[in-house]
């Protein structure tokens, strides 16, 4: 697998979290995929016929600098903008729409797009000869933590689509390749590369938290309060990959008194060993439709589907009332419908 690093040098605020993106070019199913990691805001990757190109193409119809990949910053987000740069267009194709065989998006000289995981290019959007197809189709994948890779067998989840994202992390669709949990949705923190001592951490020891709540507590047949009808009705965390489990005591408890105390400074704190450098959790895959994209569409919700809805969501509370809990984002785009 070939590699191209390329970095804008531009200084990284302390305690605040590098702006890197990790990228693989695929561009066919007989070679290797082409590493391309960009650094810092405004980053840029070329992709067409040129020699100065970070991605070259020989393709009929790629222009010398086709288009370039940018890197933007966007609140603690790491954002991938395609812009086309041809006389040709560049399409673009996002995973749901490639996987439906929906038209491509075209792109015209100076047109900017913003990529996500898989989203393919097809360089150039418009064929110049009649005849064979000749033009180039190339997908981007971003790289995830622990991803897999087919080509060396290694890494363990096979990232798919995004399924949603939060203001502190992404869900992605994934499968496990190399243990038993099959299709699986995996958390990825936004916060990444973070220092050791960082007021930022505190959010890698949230998603953390989130995660023990269920694992021994909610989903805990451990736990004296465990029910099973209460607990079916949250999904399943099974496992952590924050890197926070071994900076406090085996109890739950007495760790979260060690860092909840109104008293614990967070940006004085040295976690060492540091936490992951790329955190995340995996749970449970739910195949079910966001409540509140439910309420917002048609058909409406009867009257005996609203007292079912009700009814459950008083008794997610009832049960977490049983471990001195209270949930503090209870809102229709965290809850399912099966």
């Known amino acids: ?67 370039q990949l940018i890197l933007r910053r966007r609140g603690h987000d790491a954002i991938l903008h395609v812009k086309d740069m041809s006389r040709n267009g560049t399409g673009v194709r996002h995973v749901r729409a490639a996987a439906s065989d929906r038209p491509w998006k075209e792109l015209g000289n100076g047109d900017e797009e913003v990529l996500h995981h898989r989203t393919q290019l097809l360089l150039p959007m418009k064929q110049k000869e009649k005849g064979a197809d000749c033009r180039t189709q190339i997908t981007i994948v971003f790289v995830l933590p622990d991803s897999y890779d087919p080509w060396t067998e290694t890494g363990r989840w096979q990232y798919q689509e995004k399924l949603g994202e939060g203001g502190l992390a992404s869900v992605y669709r994934a499968r496990d390749m190399t243990g038993g949990l099959g299709d699986v949705a995996v958390k990825v923190s936004k916060f990444k590369n973070l220092p050791q001592v960082s007021n930022q951490n505190r959010h890698i020891y949230a998603l953390h938290r989130e995660a023990r709540w269920s694992m021994q507590r909610l989903h805990s047949p451990f736990d004296p309060r465990y029910q099973a009808e209460g607990a079916a009705l949250f999904a399943r965390y099974l496992e952590d990959h924050t890197g926070v489990a071994p900076h406090g005591p085996d109890n739950f408890d007495e760790f979260r008194e060690k860092f909840e105390t109104p008293r614990f400074a967070w940006n004085e704190y040295c976690f060492e060993p540091r936490l992951s450098k790329e955190p995340y959790v995996v749970m449970e895959l739910v195949n079910a439709r966001l409540l509140q994209s439910v309420i917002e569409g048609t058909p409406p919700l009867d009257l005996e589907e609203k007292r079912q809805i009700v009814r459950q969501c008083i008794e997610a509370l009832v049960y977490m009332s049983r471990f001195n809990a209270i949930h503090r984002d209870f809102r229709g785009c965290n809850m399912f419908l099966q």
């Open 1 to 67: 697998m070939s590699g191209h690093a390329v970095e804008n040098a531009a200084p990284v605020a302390k305690q605040q979290s590098s702006l890197e993106l990790k990228l693989l070019i695929e561009s066919s199913p007989r070679d290797p995929p082409q590493e391309i990691v960009l650094r810092g805001d405004g980053c840029c990757a070329g992709i067409g016929r040129g020699l100065d190109n970070e991605v070259k193409l020989t393709g009929s119809g790629v222009s010398g600098k086709h288009c």
